[in-house]
């Protein structure tokens, strides 16, 4: 017989409440936390995680890993988000450590600036086998000049990781039109180059 033994405690995030299989029941993220601790068990387990983007134009990361990194041993994880509404947003079965999953703005664009409301994230293990301890990672980050990642709702026309001008991106994310570079820059004004 197989014993399932709950989440482990984990320094940071907050532990998984079972059962949590689907949206209505899912385990909400608590207040200063980096995510969650959880396990699947039995075989077949699926976690759903409630996440809430506060502030319309928020960027998430999510990523699945073992406790003290890396992906948990016999893991093959699927990683799903979706949107208040129930349609899917984004997905992933290993795009992060090992066979672990990650979604993120860089691979994921759909996860760049979303709308305010509950998210949920589905974690499945696709061997079918229990996994006894892993962590949900999640980073939800207002818009932010300077962080590499183009937020057009928020005003950015590039975002070129650094906050100097004279780079071809100005220090507040707007692209810098230098005549005679050979590039018409229209958005910068310029009408040809």
């Given at each position: 017989p197989i014993t399932c033994d709950g989440a482990p405690d984990v320094a940071g995030y907050g532990p998984e409440d079972e059962p949590n299989a689907i949206a209505a029941i899912a385990t909400p993220l608590v207040d200063g936390t980096q995510g969650f601790s959880a396990s699947i068990c039995p075989p077949g387990d699926i976690d759903v995680f409630a996440i809430p983007i506060t502030s319309p134009g928020e960027s998430l990361r999510l990523e699945i890993k073992a406790a003290g990194g890396g992906c948990p041993p016999g893991a093959a994880t699927r990683l799903r988000l979706f949107a208040p509404d129930g349609s899917l947003v984004a997905q992933d079965t290993s795009g992060g450590d090992g066979q672990c999953s990650l979604i993120s703005p860089q691979s994921h664009p759909a996860v760049l600036s979303l709308p305010a409301g509950t998210f949920h994230a589905q974690v499945e293990n696709l061997n079918f086998t229990k996994i006894d301890a892993y962590v949900l990672d999640v980073l939800a980050q207002a818009p932010s000049c300077g962080d590499a990642l183009i937020q057009a709702p928020a005003g950015e026309?590039?975002?070129?990781?650094?906050?100097?001008?004279?780079?071809?991106?100005?220090?507040?994310?707007?692209?810098?039109?230098?005549?005679?570079?050979?590039?018409?820059?229209?958005?910068?004004?310029e009408q040809c180059d």
């Open positions: 026309q590039c975002d070129d990781g650094n906050n100097v001008s004279g780079d071809g991106c100005t220090a507040d994310c707007l692209i810098e039109a230098v005549c005679g570079d050979g590039i018409a820059h229209f958005v910068a004004g």
